[in-house]
């Protein structure tokens, strides 16, 4: 069941768990007793399941009903922060604010097809609505926001700050009601979901192929997605909730405020080549054997390209210049296999190809600070059982890899 047609009854269920009766829940939304009572009787009949107890004192929540009311709350105070980041005022409840208490589906579609599309009329076609009608839930949603959302130009409409942090409350909003959905199976039923993972290059393959494995052996009903991508790329699909989380190699720091990391394991580098390499065959090898060497270089500000630097650094070779860069595991190991190219890359990354007598590590001392691999979320992220069981595989996972097992 989708539950973003549904915010008007959401707001019912949220205000009644927070306000323990139908009266007082009345008063915090502004509307009649009445419309509460029916609201949490009509969704209860859509889900089939009872959302409260009613008792002599009022009403509390079943254990259903609390878990939807709690991602129905943090949906709606996601909306209300959007609220307060414009206004800059602090402490604002979700019950407090004008978004959070009117906003549709229908603004919140409207505002993600504007974004798609640059115009009213294309986000009409979009919608299978007219134009009119899109005009109006645009105005009623800058009304409810109290701020234009749109910047108009000949070249269309473009967000101004107001609407890229509604349209960022919108999203994460939308992840917390598709959490709530695959939180609702009975307690003890096979847990089910869909787990986004972004995934970056050369340091993932010993981290993530046995995790993966142990979840879906345990949770065969949950289904998991793999996306690769750069670091920029998959920080902004991790902000805008179109990822779970993203496993690599970490920064010093989170990239922004609004995500959290975690260290798994510590790895470290060396220099690799093929097997059969003229410098592999040397009985004793020294850094001045690689003054002219070629190499597959790291790409960019990476954490590999930081320890390339240092590793040459601290060897004394000068730094390479006009060089093939790689962002493909596959890609750096082919390139390998193919010619005389060196590589700094993981042991680990590439322990199949080493044990298949493949590729080989040069026996040269590598100076550099190691790697930091771990697991980067939203913070204040709140997982769902899937995820929450993911979090623990991982760390498991990356615990025995830091312990050299």
């Known amino acids: ?46 889900l089939a399941s009872p959302l409260f107890e009613r008792v002599g004192r009022g009403m509390q929540p079943t254990t259903r009903g609390r878990q939807l009311a709690l991602r129905a709350a943090r949906a709606l105070q996601l909306l209300a922060d959007a609220d307060r980041h414009r206004t800059r005022s602090a402490g604002t409840v979700w019950t407090g604010s004008p978004l959070a208490l009117g906003v549709a589906a229908r603004h919140l579609q409207v505002l993600q097809a504007l974004v798609d599309t640059g115009s009213e009329g294309r986000a009409a076609q979009q919608l299978g609505v007219s134009q009119p009608a899109v005009h109006q ?10 701020a234009p959302l749109f910047i108009r130009s000949r070249g269309g409409l473009r967000l101004d700050e107001a609407g890229e942090g509604l349209l960022l409350a919108s999203r994460l909003a939308q992840a917390e009601l598709r959490q709530a959905v695959d939180e ?18 050369f340091s993932t393959t010993m981290l993530l192929a046995p995790a993966v494995e142990q979840l879906l052996a345990q949770q065969p009903h949950v289904q998991l997605v793999l996306i690769d991508g750069t670091f920029d790329a ?3 699909q991790l902000r805008h ?23 798994l394991f510590e790895d470290r580098l060396a220099v690799v080549a093929r097997a059969g390499h003229p410098l592999a065959q040397r009985r004793r090898l020294g850094w001045a054997a690689l ?4 190499w597959v270089m790291p790409m960019p500000n990476t954490p590999a390209e930081k320890a390339f630097a240092q590793m040459l650094q601290a060897a004394g070779l000068p730094a390479p210049a006009g060089q093939v860069r790689a962002n493909s595991a596959l890609m750096m190991q082919a390139m390998l296999q193919d010619s005389d190219r060196l590589a ?4 680990r990354q590439v322990a199949r190809e080493i044990a298949a007598g493949l590729l080989v590590e040069l026996p040269l001392p590598v100076q550099h600070a190691q790697r930091q691999i771990g697991a980067m979320w939203r913070t204040g992220y709140l997982p769902t059982p899937a995820a929450a069981q993911w979090q623990g595989i991982l760390r498991q996972v990356g615990a025995a890899l830091g312990a050299g097992i």
Do not use: K, N, Y
């Open 1 to 46: 069941m989708e539950l973003l047609p549904h915010l008007r009854l959401l707001r019912a269920l949220a205000a009644v768990a927070q306000a323990g009766s139908s009266q007082r829940a009345a008063t915090l939304l502004h509307v009649a007793q009445s419309s509460v009572v029916r609201a949490v009787q009509q969704f209860e009949s859509q």
């Open 137 to 146: 839930s645009l105005q009623q949603l800058e009304h409810m926001a109290a």
């Open 184 to 201: 609702w199976p009975e307690p003890g039923a096979a847990l089910q979901g869909r787990l986004v993972i972004g995934t970056l290059p």
């Open 234 to 236: 998959l920080v902004a």
């Open 241 to 263: 909730a179109e990822l779970d989380c993203i496993v690599g190699a970490l920064r010093s720091a989170p990239p922004a405020a609004d995500l959290s990391q975690e260290v």
């Open 291 to 294: 003054r002219t060497a070629q």
């Open 344 to 347: 700094l890359m993981s042991p």
